[in-house]
């Protein structure tokens, strides 16, 4: 499977974006991106994915570099309860998630 | 639309005893899937069902843990007998047919287990 790169930890204040980088430097030409995350004793939830184009929807957006060997997800105006684990992750078709350790993302009020 | 329900939410045994996790998916998911997440780790995927057959059971522990899903709805997860290191949260998910546009999987709270 193809290995993401994460930082262990991030820190944002109130209603500022969030940019949230992802190395992915062995990717494969048909390996999705995608972005899950984890609140307090929750199960994940999906933020998003892409393959090559950026992405919007309206939980985040989606930068691709244009070789495709990193991404950054961008929360526009973190709130307290995006404070969660963000997993970035590679899949082929079949969608099978590979979770890392993910990213902690503590907002400050 | 309900989520995926799992029950129950806590569960505390000894070692050497037996438990069982029951999940429900959301209503017309043909895949499910149990995962596994140790404290501090990401989840690690378990098994995963298409209906009611096994597609992976490659990193299932098959000397002590067993997974059903005998009428392709609701299934069974069930661990026998308990070790120490397995006191983790397990985590059931469900997502659409395979062949549709996007599978993405939609996870339920978890069961916590504790096994002194």
């Known amino acids: 499977d193809a290995k993401t790169t994460q930082p262990n930890s991030m820190e944002s204040n109130e209603e500022e974006p969030v940019h949230l980088p992802c190395n992915h430097s062995t990717i494969s030409g048909t390996d999705y991106i995608h972005w899950y995350r984890q609140l307090p004793s929750q199960g994940p939830e999906y933020v998003i994915h892409g393959l090559t184009s950026n992405v919007n929807n309206r939980m985040a957006s989606l930068a691709i570099a244009e070789d495709r060997k990193s991404s950054t997800l961008i929360l526009h105006r973190a709130t307290l309860r995006d404070a969660a684990v963000y997993y970035c992750i590679l899949t082929a078709n079949d969608y099978k998630l590979s979770f890392g350790a993910g990213t902690t993302v503590t907002v400050r009020a | ?116």
Do not use: M
Request: with cysteine.
């Open chain 2, 1 to 116: 639309e309900a989520g995926v329900a799992q029950s129950p939410r806590y569960k505390i045994i000894e070692k050497r005893q037996s438990v069982a996790f029951w999940c429900n998916p959301i209503s017309g998911h043909a895949t499910l899937y149990w995962y596994q997440q140790i404290l501090g780790q990401g989840p690690k995927l378990l098994i995963q069902f298409q209906n009611n057959g096994v597609v992976d059971d490659s990193q299932l522990p098959k000397d002590r843990f067993s997974a059903e899903r005998l009428k392709g709805v609701d299934s069974t997860l069930k661990i026998q007998p308990a070790k120490l290191e397995d006191s983790a949260v397990y985590l059931c998910a469900s997502s659409p047919a395979r062949g549709r546009t996007y599978n993405e999987q939609f996870f339920g709270p978890g069961t916590r287990l504790t096994v002194l």
